[in-house]
């Protein structure tokens, strides 16, 4: 019988990426994938060090592991992604029933290492010895290069696909573990993305998102031309099958004039720009090391409002950064207020061993006064979300069908042939509404007649019967 595999990932879609590019790999190599952990021969853990809470979550589900092999003790437990890199043999100190562990940059050998320790070789651990090893030629050889292997079951939807363009990063914001676990910023050459691309939208892709910590970063120099993310974008207007392009993580700093014409100008390319801020408050902004002052973000944001008046903008913010004062904080509630996100993401600042930020400054605001700021802010941003939501009511949005609803799924519909199912708009607004099950992959007209701040509520526009319909 075939190896049955388990997979967890948290983190964000980077290792959703790593995820899928892992399965690929082993399903290549005989194995299956199973929603049971407890059925599992192998249980892998794609792993996230952004927060401290995304390593607890990852220790305790290893801690509910402790007797897992008394059972079957040919059971192998591995630890993978930027935890796996950043806590590496300590790991196995901590659950020494861990089988391997494997740095992101390792992910390729995942195969090989299984069948050592099925062999009896013992417990396994690859990561990168340091920031250097995650150079070209080492990626060149990795998974974070172009690989040929994809698995449509690991995706969020079968047409919709991540594409990694860059790799790692080299901005070193203090508070981030990132630079540290993904090695260097590297841009992928644009004829393996185009590739990459093409092969996607031939196993029936019709939107990619592309991926990179500051994807707007991205340059490649090759034949003697210099490609920009805007390059990019006008090379993928040309992929015929692929419908729509997204592209996150956006850095204030590289929002180039060239970048936002190309959203402007080119019919593919999502009108959705995640663009994360982190504070309002100058003084945090320079302890973060973040390169932009709040007067040139707001700079960049009437650009982009000028340049794209339909463009959605999304950001992230950090509260209770060390030392933030009520002013700081103040300083980014008028931010939010002005700049009229569709949503923000709002975190707690959590202290990474190892980063600048944890070396110099105290992490000195209270956890009570951070709470309270994450929930001042996000009511704030919330009011603003179902303000801007209403407008929509009435309108005709264009959606690509993802599937059955949440809601349908829970209570147990989403197998009926007549269904709720929800979509995106071109500017990554939700909409749910009832439809069948074979609209699903397909790009609709939905009429909106109802929205609250996460969600448009609509019903699909009927397609206009023409005459030729009837000469049959
Ligand atoms: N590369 C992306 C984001 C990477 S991490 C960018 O530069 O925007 C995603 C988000 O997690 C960040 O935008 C930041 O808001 C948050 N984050 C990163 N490190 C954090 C920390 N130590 N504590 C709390 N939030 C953090
Ligand atoms: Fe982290 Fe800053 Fe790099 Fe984003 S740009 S991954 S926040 S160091
Ligand atoms: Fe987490 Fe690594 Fe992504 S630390 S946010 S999974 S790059």
Redesign the pocket.
């Known amino acids: 019988m075939a190896k049955q595999l388990y997979i967890e990932t948290v983190g964000?879609q980077m290792n959703m990426l790593d995820s899928e590019l892992v399965v690929a790999s082993l399903r290549k190599a005989g194995y299956e994938l199973t929603d049971s952990a407890k059925n599992a021969d192998t249980i892998l853990f794609n792993t996230c060090s952004?927060?401290q809470h995304a390593e607890d979550k990852i220790y305790s589900a290893l801690g509910r592991l402790k007797h897992a092999k008394t059972h079957n003790p040919g059971k192998i437990i591995g630890v993978l992604g930027c935890m796996a890199q950043k806590d590496q043999k300590l790991i196995f100190e901590r659950a020494p029933y861990v089988d391997l562990i494997v740095g992101p940059g390792q992910l390729h050998q995942i195969p090989e290492l299984l069948e050592k320790i099925a062999a009896g070789d013992g417990q396994q651990l690859e990561v990168s010895l340091d920031r250097k090893a995650g150079s070209r030629h080492e990626v060149e050889q990795s998974f974070e290069s172009y690989d040929p292997l994809r698995d449509p079951s690991m995706r969020p939807t079968p047409f919709q696909a991540f594409a990694r363009i860059m790799i790692g990063?080299d901005k070193f914001c203090t508070?981030?573990i990132?630079p540290s676990v993904r090695g260097p910023e590297q841009s992928r050459p644009a004829s393996q993305i185009l590739a990459e691309a093409r092969q996607l939208a031939g196993e029936g892709c019709r939107e990619i998102t592309l991926l990179g910590?500051?994807v707007n970063s991205y340059r490649h120099e090759a034949d003697g031309r210099m490609w920009r993310l805007s390059d990019l974008l006008v090379a993928l207007e040309d992929v015929s099958g692929i419908d729509r392009v997204k592209f996150v993580?956006n850095?204030p700093k590289d929002m180039t004039d060239d970048l936002l014409q190309a959203v402007r100008d080119l019919p593919k390319v999502s009108t959705y720009l995640h663009v994360?801020a982190?504070s309002g408050s100058n003084r945090m902004l320079k302890m973060m090391k973040r390169g932009y002052t709040v007067e040139e973000y707001r700079e960049m944001m009437s650009r982009i409002r000028a340049t794209v008046p339909e463009a959605t903008v999304t950001s992230?913010?950090?509260v209770g950064f060390c030392g933030e004062t009520d002013e700081d904080f103040a300083e980014t509630v008028e931010l939010v207020r002005e700049s009229r996100f569709k949503n923000s993401f709002i975190?707690?600042?959590?202290e990474?061993p190892g980063t600048k930020s944890a070396d110099l400054f105290p992490d000195d605001v209270p956890e009570d006064v951070k709470k309270r700021r994450n929930n001042q802010l996000l009511a704030i941003q919330n009011a603003i979300s179902e303000e801007d939501n209403q407008p929509f009511i009435g309108r005709q949005v264009e959606v690509l069908v993802e599937g059955p609803s949440k809601n349908a799924i829970k209570h147990g519909e989403d197998e009926r042939p007549v269904v709720q199912l929800v979509g995106r708009t071109m500017c990554d607004r939700i909409v749910v509404f009832d439809g069948n099950r074979r609209q699903i992959g397909q790009l609709l007209d939905v009429a909106v007649y109802d929205a609250n701040a996460f969600t448009l509520f609509g019903s699909v526009v009927t397609s206009h019967v023409g005459p030729e319909v009837y000469s049959l």
Do not use: A
Not at 347 to 350: G, L, N
């Open positions: 964000c952004v927060r990063c508070y981030c990132v910590q500051t993580t850095y994360p982190q992230d913010f950090i975190f707690k600042y959590s990474r």
